[in-house]
């Protein structure tokens, strides 16, 4: 009869066990937001994805009021291969915003299990560019005429926030290191990428033109030609 009890308590602690880790795992399992890009023009679709690593029983939809609906709620299952698989489960919207400045993507509720998890929602700090919109640069080194040996600087400085940041073709110079910040001035930000540099000879160097894209339009600079002295 002791044993019996003693069998049902062990029992009890072990399911008890399976449970609490089971839970731990869906607790643990990836949920977030996806979006194609962070920077888009008022009027410009981009795509919204709330996702789930586990198998899911259910999405609750977010309230998108604040965005105009170009297509509404649709699911998406997408497998990824390679040494851990995983199958993420997608509620996707494609949407346009309806104003210009930084705006988030609101959170979105998950039932997992018969539980109800909460997907966090997302910061877009990139500006949501109107129509009149103009993309300018300044693109500069400090100083103008570096010598041979000493560090100097090439300094990006742009008035949106880029998809993805600029890879200038500097080949034939020693990146130190890169750096990147945002300055505001009476409300205007600026987006400032600087290279610091360094030269091994004396010779003429040329950073050729690179792209640079903001809300999936394509920018082009302008080549540098400066002269490293001894």
Same mark, same amino acid.
């Given at each position: ?16 066990m399976? +449970? ?20 888009? /023009?008022? +009027?410009?679709?981009? /795509?919204?994805?709330? #996702? ?16 105009? !609906?170009?297509k509404?709620a649709?699911?998406r ?12 489960? =997608?509620? #996707? ?7 210009? +400045? ?5 959170? =979105? ?18 500006? =949501? ?26 300094i ?24 990147? /910040? ?19 000879d ?12 903001? =809300? ?7 080549? !540098? ?6």
């Amino acid at each position: 009869m002791q044993n019996m009890r003693c069998l049902k308590h062990f029992l009890s602690f072990l399911l008890m066990m399976i +449970g609490s880790a089971c839970f731990s795992q869906v607790v643990n399992s990836d949920i977030y937001i996806l979006t194609d890009v962070d920077t888009v /023009r008022v +009027g410009q679709t981009f /795509r919204i994805r709330y #996702c789930s690593e586990a198998h899911t029983d259910s999405f609750i939809r977010p309230d998108l009021s604040e965005f105009e !609906i170009v297509k509404d709620a649709y699911m998406r299952e997408l497998k990824m291969e390679g040494n851990h698989k995983v199958t993420i489960q =997608a509620l #996707c919207y494609d949407v346009k915003a309806k104003k210009s +400045g930084s705006f988030t993507i609101p959170s =979105a509720s998950v039932i997992i299990s018969d539980r109800k998890y909460t997907i966090e929602p997302k910061q877009m700090f990139a500006l =949501a560019l109107d129509e009149n919109f103009k993309f300018h640069y300044t693109l500069e080194l400090d100083p103008k005429n570096p010598k041979v040996g000493n560090a100097f600087q090439l300094i990006l400085t742009m008035n949106a926030k880029p998809d993805q940041p600029p890879f200038p073709d500097l080949w034939n110079l020693s990146i130190e290191r890169q750096t990147s /910040r945002i300055e505001t001035v009476d409300g205007v930000s600026s987006y400032v990428f600087i290279y610091y540099l360094k030269a091994n000879d004396s010779a003429e160097h040329e950073i050729p033109s690179f792209d640079i894209y903001v =809300a999936n339009q394509k920018y082009q600079t302008e080549k !540098i030609n400066f002269v490293v002295k001894k």
